[in-house]
C-alpha cells in the first residue's frame, strides 16, 4: 500500500496563512489609526488649512512612501532569499518602535525623518505577507485567498481610520500622541501573531540570489506592469484621501464620530465582500472582475464629480455607492493575477513590484493633487481626478487587449 502523505506542511502552510491573516489585520489598524490623525498632530489643528498647511502636510506624509517604494525591492529579494517571516517580523518590529519615537515630537523636520525611516521597516510588511498566501494558496482558489487577505488588510486600514476619527473628535490635538501610541501597541499585536506562528513553524533560508539583472527583467516584463500600474494609478487618489479626509470632514462640519461609524461600515462591507469577488475572479477569471473594478472606480470618480457640482442628490449618492462596490472588484482579482504570474523563487521580489507601485502612487498623488489645489484651487483637483480616471482605463483596456490576444492565440488568458 502507498504510504499517505505527511499532512504536516499542510498543516503549517494553513497556520501560516492564518498568522499572516492575524497580522495583517494588527499592522494596517496601526497605520489607519495612524494615519487618520497625523495631519492634525503634526498641525495642532484640525480646521482652517490653508494653502501652506496643505503642503507641509503633503511633504512630510510623502516620506514614509518615499522610503517604502524606494527600498521595498531589497525587502522582497531578502524575503525571497531568507524567508517571508523575518522580513515580516523585522517590519513590524520597527515599526511599531518608530511610532512610538513618533509620538514624542511634533517638530516637522523630526517627523518627517522618522516617517521617512517608518516607510523603510514598513516596505517588507506587504510584500512579505502577499509572498506568503501566494505560496501557500492553490492555483484554483488564489482569488478567494487573496480576497481573504485583502478583506483584513483593508478592514484594518479602515478599522483603523475609524477609531482614529472617533478619537480625533473626542480628543484635544494635544493628547493625540496617546493615538500613536496605540497604534503601535497594534503593530506589537501583529508582531506577537507572526513570531508565535514562525516559532512553532519556522521557515528554512530559500538561497535566492541577488540577482539585479533578473530582478529588472521581473519589474518590466509586460504584464507584470500592466497589472501594478493601475495600482498606482489607483493610489494616486487614495493616497490623498488618506491623509487628508479628516481636515476635508471637518471643512464640511461632518462631525468624526459620524465620520468614523461610515468608515467602520465601509469596513464590515470589505470583509463581506472581497472573499466573495475572489472567488468570482477564481470562477470567471481575473480579467472580467478587473474590467468590473475599473468601471467602478471611474464611477466613482464621475459621480463624486457631479455631486460636487449639483450637490447631495439621492441619485448621484446612489450611484457613488453601486460605482464603490464595484469597484471592490479589482482588488482580489488583480492580486491574484499577480500571483499567477510569479515564481515561488522569487515571488517576494514579485509582490514588491505591487507594493513599490501604490507607494509611489500615494506620494505622486500627494504632489500633484497638493500641487494642483495650491495652484487652481477646485477646478486643479477636477483635472486630477480626470486624469486618474482616464489613466485606470487605458490601462485596464492595454491589459485586455493583451489577454485577448493571448486567447487568440490559444492561451489560457486570466
Known amino acids: 500500500m502507498p504510504v499517505p502523505p505527511d499532512p504536516a506542511p499542510e498543516a503549517a502552510g494553513i497556520a501560516r496563512m492564518r498568522a499572516v491573516l492575524g497580522a495583517t489585520f494588527f499592522v494596517r489598524f496601526g497605520f489607519g489609526l495612524s494615519l487618520a490623525i497625523f495631519a492634525t498632530y503634526v498641525l495642532g489643528e484640525t480646521t482652517g488649512l490653508d494653502t501652506q498647511s496643505v503642503g507641509t502636510i503633503g511633504i512630510i506624509s510623502a516620506m514614509a512612501p518615499v522610503g517604502e517604494f524606494t527600498t521595498v525591492l531589497f525587502s522582497g529579494n531578502l524575503a525571497d532569499r531568507y524567508g517571508r517571516f523575518p522580513v515580516l517580523l523585522f517590519g513590524t518590529g520597527g515599526a511599531a518602535a518608530l511610532l512610538a519615537l513618533l509620538s514624542a515630537t511634533r517638530l516637522p523636520l523630526a517627523v518627517g525623518a522618522l516617517n521617512l525611516a517608518f516607510g523603510v521597516a514598513s516596505g517588507g510588511i506587504l510584500a512579505a505577507s502577499l509572498a506568503v498566501v501566494g505560496d501557500e494558496a492553490q492555483s484554483g482558489s488564489r482569488g478567494y485567498e487573496m480576497g481573504r487577505f485583502d478583506a483584513l488588510n483593508l478592514l484594518g486600514w479602515i478599522g483603523g481610520f475609524a477609531v482614529g476619527f472617533a478619537l480625533l473628535g473626542s480628543l484635544a490635538p494635544s493628547s493625540l500622541s496617546w493615538v500613536l501610541r496605540l497604534g503601535a501597541v497594534a503593530q506589537l499585536g501583529g508582531l506577537f501573531f507572526a513570531f508565535r506562528t514562525f516559532r512553532r513553524h519556522p521557515e528554512g533560508a530559500r538561497g535566492a540570489p541577488v540577482d539585479w539583472k533578473h530582478i529588472r527583467t521581473v519589474v518590466f516584463r509586460r504584464e507584470i506592469l500592466l497589472v501594478t500600474l493601475p495600482w498606482l494609478v489607483i493610489y494616486l487618489l487614495l493616497g490623498t484621501a488618506f491623509v487628508f479626509l479628516g481636515t476635508a470632514s471637518a471643512g464640511i462640519h461632518l462631525p468624526f464620530a459620524e465620520l468614523g461609524a461610515i468608515i467602520g461600515g465601509g469596513g464590515l462591507l470589505l470583509l463581506a465582500t472581497q472573499p466573495a469577488f475572489g472567488r468570482l475572479a477564481d470562477r470567471h477569471g481575473r480579467m ?114 493583451d489577454q485577448k490576444l493571448a486567447r487568440d492565440l490559444g492561451a489560457a488568458p486570466r
Open 288 to 401: 472580467r472582475m478587473m474590467l468590473i473594478g475599473t468601471v467602478g472606480f471611474v464611477g466613482v470618480l464621475l459621480f463624486a464629480g457631479l455631486l460636487l457640482s449639483f450637490g447631495a442628490q439621492p441619485v448621484l449618492l446612489a450611484g457613488i455607492a453601486v460605482s464603490a462596490l464595484a469597484g471592490l472588484a479589482y482588488g482580489p482579482a488583480a492580486l491574484a493575477a499577480l500571483t499567477d504570474l510569479s515564481q515561488s523563487i522569487t515571488r517576494g521580489t514579485t509582490m514588491a513590484i505591487y507594493t513599490l507601485s501604490i507607494n509611489l502612487g500615494m506620494l505622486l498623488g500627494l504632489l500633484l493633487s497638493t500641487t494642483l489645489y495650491s495652484a487652481y484651487g477646485p477646478v486643479g483637483l477636477d483635472v486630477f481626478f480626470a486624469g486618474v480616471g482616464l489613466a485606470l482605463s487605458g490601462l485596464t483596456a492595454l491589459r485586455y487587449d
